[in-house]
C-alpha cells in the first residue's frame, strides 16, 4: 500500500460526510472563516473560503501532500536532481531566477554563473537595441521585434509581453509568430519594414518544423527587401541550445543566446527565452519579473504546507479532481493583460499533469490533469458563465483581478473588481427557488406566470471558487504569479505521481504530418493510409481541383 493511500481512504469518507454540507452554512458557523481560509504570499492575496472545504478537508489534504512526498521532491527539484525520469533531466526553471544565491548543481557543475552569463548578455543586447545603438542593415534603429517560436518558445514571451505592455518602451513594438499557418507570419510581415524589423528565432532545439520554415521564410522576406545576405546579422538573433543548428541557419554564435536542457520549453520564459520580454521592459524590468518568481519559489520551498499557496491551490484541485469527478477547472482573469493567461495555463499544466503513466510506469489509479481553460472577464459572463452558474457540471474556477488599474477610466476598474467579486459570490450562494419567486412576485409579476419561471432562475449556489487579488499587475507580480501556478502543477504531479516535465503525447501526431505531407503536396489519389485519411486528403485535392477549374 501507498503511502498516501490511508489517508486518500480518509478523504473519502470525509467527502461522504461533507458532500452535502452547504457554503452558505459553512460561512453561517464559522465567523472566522474567512481569515482562516485566506493568505497572502509575494503581494498576492488568495482568497479560497468560497469552497467545499472545512479545516477538516484541508489538514487531510495537508496530510495526503505530505504522504505523497512532497517533500522530498521539492528538495530534488531546487537541487538540481533529475526528476525528469524519462528524459533524464535535472528540472531547474527556478535555477534561471535564483537570485538569492542557493547553490544549484547540475551534475557536480554550479549553473549560476552560466544564467548570469546569458542574463548579462541579454543586458548588453537590450539596451543597444533600445537605445538605438543596433542597427538594421541601413543604419535605422530597431522599431518592431517579430519572436518566431512555438508552444514553450511563443506562449510564454507572448502572455508576459502582452501582460506588460505598460512597461513597453515607446517607439518598440512587439510581434509573435507561431503558426505553420502561412497566413500568420504574411499577415504579421505586411504591416512591417525590413529595414527597422528584428527577428528572434526562438527554439530550444533549433529543429521544429513550423518555428525553422517560419524563420526560413522571414530570413528569404529581409534578403529580398534587402537585397543583401548579410543583412540577415543585423536582423536575426537566435535563442536555443543548439549552437550548431543556430550557425548553420546563418545566425552568428555572438547573436545567440543559450540556455540549457534542464529548461523545460514551458518553462523557459524566464531564459534567455524571455529576450522578447526583455526588449519591450527592458532588463531592470525583466529582472523585477525574475524576482517576482524567485519569492514565490522561497514561499514554496520554505512554508509548511498548511499554508503555502501553491499547495493550497493544488490540493483544492485535487479535492475536486480526484474526490468530486470535477473534469475541468477555470481560469478567470479580470485583467485584459492577462488575455493569454489561460492560454499559457493550458500549456502548463495540461502538457504537464495530462499523463496516465505515472513515474514507476503502472497506470495512474485515478484521473489526473484537468482540462484548464477561460477568457477574461467580464467578456467571459456574457458567454459561457451560465454553464458556470446552472450547468450540471462542477466547476472549480480561479477568479483574479489588480486593485489597481494599469490604466484607468473613470469608474470602470471598479464596476470590474465588483464583477470579479461578485461571480464568487453567486457561484457561492445561488438563488433558492423560493427567493426567485420571491424576487419576481415583488417585481409585479402575476402569480401564476412567476410560479412558472421561478424555477429557471434558480441557482444551485454552493459552486467553489478561489479569488486572488494583487495591487497592480507589474513585473514583480506578474513573475510571482506565474511561478505560483507553475508549482501548482509540480505539486499535483508529485499527488498523481506522474512526471510532470516530458511530453511524449505530443509526438505521434507530429510523426502523422511529416508521413502525410508529401502526400497534401502531390494530387494523386491517396490509398495508402486509413480509409478516413485517404478520403480527407482526396477531398482537399478534388477542393483544390474546384478552385482550379473556376
Ligand atoms: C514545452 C514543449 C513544447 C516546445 C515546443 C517548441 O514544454 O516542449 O511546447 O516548447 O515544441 O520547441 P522548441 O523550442 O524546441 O522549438
Known sequence: MKQGDAVRGRLEAHWARVADVDMRQLFADDP????????????????????????????LLVDLADRSGLRQMID???????????????????????????DVRVDGQPVASL???????????????????????????????????????????????????????TGLRAHFVSNIDPSHLVETLAGLDAETTLFVVASKTFTTAETMMNARAARSWLVDQSGDDAAVMRHFVAVSTNTERVTSFGIHPDNMFGFWDWVGGRYSVWSAVGLPVALMIGMDG???????????????????????MPVIMAMLGIWYNDFWGAETHAVLPYDQFLARFPAYLQQLDMESNGKTITRDGSQASCNTGPVIWGEPGTNGQHAFYQLIHQGSRLIPCDFMVAARSQRPLGQQHDVLVA?????????????????????????????QAARQLAPHKRFAGNRPSSTLLYRELNPFTLGALIALYEHKVFVQGVVWNINSFDQWGVELGKQLATALQPDLTGDNRVQNHDPSTNGLIDTIHAMRQEEDDD
Open 32 to 59: 472566522d472563516r474567512f481569515a482562516a481560509f485566506s493568505l497572502s504570499a509575494v503581494g498576492i492575496f488568495l482568497d479560497y473560503s468560497r469552497h467545499r472545504v472545512t479545516r477538516e478537508t484541508m489538514s
Open 76 to 102: 530534488a527539484m531546487f537541487r538540481g536532481d533529475k526528476i525528469n525520469l524519462t528524459e533524464n533531466r535535472s528540472v531547474l526553471h527556478t535555477a534561471l531566477r535564483n537570485r538569492c544565491g542557493r
Open 115 to 169: 544564467v548570469e552569463g546569458v542574463l548579462a548578455r541579454m543586458r548588453t543586447f537590450t539596451e543597444r537595441v533600445r537605445s538605438g545603438e543596433w542597427k538594421g542593415f541601413t543604419g535605422r534603429a530597431i522599431t518592431d521585434v517579430v519572436n518566431i517560436g512555438i508552444g514553450g518558445s511563443d506562449l510564454g514571451p507572448v502572455m508576459v509581453s502582452q501582460a506588460l505592455k505598460p512597461w513597453w518602451q
Open 286 to 308: 525583466f529582472e523585477q519579473f525574475l524576482d517576482g518568481a524567485c519569492a514565490m519559489d522561497e514561499h514554496f520551498r520554505l512554508t509548511p504546507f498548511e499554508a503555502n
Open 419 to 447: 464583477n470579479c467579486i461578485a461571480q464568487g459570490q453567486a457561484l457561492m450562494r445561488g438563488k433558492t427557488e423560493h427567493e426567485a419567486l420571491q424576487e419576481l412576485l415583488a417585481s409585479g409579476m402575476p402569480e
